[in-house]
């Protein structure tokens, strides 16, 4: 049996503490699926090694996530494999060094954990390179903010979707973005982030990424839940990913499997006039 302990405090001249004891049961525990398959454009094929992250979920109290081992992590498609992702020790991690999957081509990745079957199906998309980075300064409200802005060219008649993550050394987390080209299909367009505590001589980083419109949606659904959650958010709902369970289509896994090329730009931050 779980227990939540809520401890609910009102400040007027004293504090007084009150302490809800609320019985929590614990589901079933279910897989947990991190299938990202990034291959870094500037890289070779043998500088690419894989992952795939195997977990179930926890309890609420546990302080780790439990791995998911000894499963066997296959992808194909209609032209190449079997590619086999093997495990690293007990880590749930499997990896793979020569994979390097085509773009515009489907894969299906089957994974055999715990006598069930789990699969799912996505295609390789492809992104479009950086051309040119700009750092300027804009002032709010009194305060000198730096933005840095990356520029690339959208493809011309095709339907493109965008994932953006800026990687910061005093950040506690990455920050994230999405966005499609519906209004700006084969012109110039531009990512971005800024922030008063940006300082010369760190380094900003871009990860850019294709996606397909099915995890392009996912990702928005994902994002608007995290920035939605304040103190007194409603619980997030479920967010349905594309892996499902062949064996027992009732315990469905979590997660999402997909391919993308990736473009990795370092950005040292100048020093500003």
Do not use: W
């Not at 804009?138 to 000198?144: I, L, R, V």
């Amino acid at each position: 049996m779980k227990y939540i302990y809520l401890a609910i405090s009102v400040l007027l001249f004293t504090a007084c503490e009150d302490v809800i004891d609320l019985s929590l049961k614990e589901g079933p525990k279910r897989l947990v699926i991190d299938a990202n398959i990034n291959v870094n454009k500037s890289l070779s094929e043998t500088d690419n090694p894989q992952k795939i992250r195997l977990s179930q979920t926890s309890g609420f109290y546990d302080v780790t996530i439990p791995p998911a081992n000894e499963a066997s992590v296959i992808i194909t498609s209609s032209s190449d494999g079997p590619f086999e992702f093997l495990e690293e020790g007990t880590t749930g991690i499997y990896k793979i060094t020569d994979f390097k999957p085509t773009v515009g081509e489907e894969y299906t990745l089957t994974i055999v954990y715990n006598g069930q079957t789990f699969t799912a199906k996505e295609t390789m998309m492809s992104v479009a390179d950086i051309q040119s980075t700009i750092q300027t300064t804009e002032n709010f409200f009194g305060t000198d903010v730096i933005k840095i802005e990356h520029f690339f060219e959208d493809p011309e008649n095709e339907i493109n979707f965008y994932i953006n993550q800026f990687n910061y050394p005093t950040s506690l987390i990455d920050s994230y973005g999405a966005r499609p080209d519906d209004f700006t299909n084969g012109q110039l367009n531009s990512v971005f982030d800024q922030n008063e505590e940006f300082t010369a001589g760190e380094t900003h980083t871009l990860y850019f990424y294709g996606a397909s419109e099915q995890y392009f949606n996912y990702f928005n659904l994902l994002l608007d839940q995290i920035s939605s959650r304040g103190p007194f958010g409603t619980p997030p709902a479920s967010v349905k990913g594309n892996c499902i369970n062949k064996t027992n289509p009732d315990s469905k896994p979590l997660g999402y499997f997909r391919l993308s090329e990736m473009v990795v730009l370092p950005y040292i931050i100048k020093e500003t006039e």
